[in-house]
């Protein structure tokens, strides 16, 4: 799914991928991947990891006038690298996990230049990606297996 | 009235050590799990978490069990956690166009692109109690067969070339979309602040309301357009970053409600929508909530408010469990001072007329 606010800059294009596929990696995944890297990186938080809400805007009729439907936890954490560049990474994961937050906010930041972006994209992107398409694939079939056509009767008797 | 009162915290502590004890149930019973209630009684975390307007199971399971199973007053858990947690953004609006859908069904299109899903249903289904659920079995499968297409195209609008049904128009990217959260309900109220009301409300409440309107009280002639359940995106705005992000997804359920209208002084006849979404599998509340969105767009409409349903005070005023709850709960806290003036009256009444009565019998016996 791509984000509605459709960006045409490939940079942030990657980078909205990225942080959608991180988002939705577990806590186990980010951090065997994060046990993975050759050099543990080292960062200081910017923004301190912290759990609020998000307030889920929905439209009625699904594309009309917006209403506000209920909120959802959400957490959220600003990251920089310690050392050279300082690259600056973020964060936001749903639910309540700070350490999720925090994990997503690291690997967003070791993602800023292009050696980075490719050892995380092999490391944790793509198999995240996979997993999601391997799992969406076996759910969408399970559904697909109860379509149903239903036929019309002709109505009879009195 | 009630008058607060001082003293009794042994007395409370205990009896909520005793409810704790209760609530625990047998001990020689497994102890449940948040993460057993969260996977296994979806459908009480997901009516949780609507009417407690949080998305978050694993919270919602958590209220569960510290409510005994009692929905309401996990509700309220929610209700009152979501008041320690600040706001962090505003999504953009969900696009339920985009779900991935694990339902899909029309009662009015029967043959619709990318089909009928049935999805897993309770319909059909022959309600017989099911006993081979007593034992504990291997976890069941289900066949997988086929693919779905990427976007499930919303039938109301997509078999709508003719413009007979009204469609829905979006507001101005500037408006302002009421938040009951922030601002009390105030009327009249807009279709925004209704449909938070509404989604928010407690089911059973909007299924007794919708009901009515099916049997008269504001009737309606509804068909379903379309419901769908499945999981859609959340994106917000990042501020960091100056751009939207997806940040997961979510579960809802949405019915789009399609309802036949004669037509009034203004408008020809054509037909009307209701709306109903809900998080998680909540297909009964999105229905109910459909038709009395519908019901309560009879001034819009130009219609007679004559029922019960297109009351919009009546409606959105009572809707919520947890003030309703608390209202209605509040009879039992101590109104001893206020009991004892009462009974100080009805004594000093009854005196009176006690009095009067003998009175009278004095003056007749006078004129003897």
């Known amino acids: 799914m791509t984000a509605q606010a459709t960006q045409t800059d490939p940079e942030i294009g990657a980078r909205q991928r990225r942080l959608r596929l991180l988002a939705r990696a577990d806590r186990a995944t980010l951090e065997a991947a994060l046990a993975a890297l050759p050099a543990p990186p080292e960062w200081r938080r910017l923004k301190q990891p912290e759990t609020g809400l998000t307030m889920v805007r929905a439209r009625a009729g699904g594309v009309g006038q917006r209403f506000n439907l209920g909120e959802m936890t959400v957490s959220r954490c600003v990251v920089a690298l310690e050392g050279a560049g300082q690259s600056m990474g973020v964060g936001y994961v749903q639910g309540r996990d700070c350490r999720r937050a925090e994990l997503v906010a690291v690997f967003d930041a070791l993602s800023q230049d292009a050696a980075g972006a490719e050892r995380i994209e092999r490391l944790l992107i793509a198999p995240v990606e996979r997993k999601l398409a391997d799992e969406r694939r076996t759910r969408a079939a399970k559904v697909a297996a109860t379509r149903v056509d239903f036929f019309t009767l002709v109505r009879g008797g009195d | ?368």
Do not use: W
Request: hydrophobic fraction near 40%; charged fraction near 25%.
């Open chain 2, 1 to 368: 009235m009630y008058v607060a009162v001082k003293g009794g915290e042994a007395a409370i502590g205990n009896a909520h050590q005793l409810l704790a004890e209760d609530r625990r149930g047998n001990p020689d019973v497994p102890e449940l799990s948040v993460a057993q209630i969260r996977e296994q009684l979806s459908g009480s975390v997901d009516r949780v978490m609507t009417e407690g307007s949080v998305y978050d199971p694993d919270l919602a399971a958590l209220a569960l069990k510290q409510s005994r199973g009692d929905q309401v007053e996990a509700i309220f858990l929610l209700r009152a956690y979501r008041t320690t947690l600040p706001r962090l953004a505003v999504s953009l609006p969900i696009d339920t166009g985009n779900m991935k859908v694990s339902r899909r069904i029309s009662s009015c299109f029967k043959d619709m692109p990318g089909g009928q899903l049935l999805g897993p249903t309770f319909d059909y289904a022959h309600r017989l109690i099911d006993f081979a659920l007593e034992a504990e079995g291997a976890a069941p499968q289900a066949e997988g067969k086929g693919a779905l297409a990427d976007h499930l195209p919303q039938v109301v609008d997509l078999l709508n070339a003719e413009g007979l049904i009204e469609r829905e128009q979006p507001d101005a990217d500037d408006a302002v979309v009421g938040d009951l959260t922030r601002e009390p309900l105030s009327f009249p109220a807009g279709r925004d602040i209704r449909l938070q009301t509404l989604a928010r409300a407690d089911e059973g409440y909007l299924l007794a309301l919708g009901y009515s309107t099916q049997r008269g009280y504001a009737r309606s002639h509804p068909f379903v357009g379309e419901i769908r359940t499945g999981e859609v995106a959340v994106e917000i705005e990042i501020p960091e970053l100056g751009f939207a992000v997806d940040i997961g997804d979510i579960t809802v359920t949405e019915c789009q409600m399609v309802n036949q209208f004669v037509g009034s002084k203004s408008e020809p006849p054509k037909f009307t929508r209701g709306y109903g979404l809900a998080f998680g599998y909540a297909e009964r509340k999105a229905m109910a909530m459909s038709l009395v969105d519908r019901a309560l767009r009879a001034e819009e409409l130009g219609e007679d408010i004559t029922a019960p349903a297109q009351d919009a005070e009546f409606v959105l005023y009572h809707a919520d469990n947890v003030e309703a709850s608390g209202f209605v709960q509040h009879l039992k806290l101590p109104h001893h001072v206020d009991f004892q003036a009462e009974l100080t009256l009805v004594r000093t009444m009854r005196a009176e007329i006690a009095a009067a009565e003998a009175r009278k019998a004095e003056l007749a016996e006078a004129a003897q």
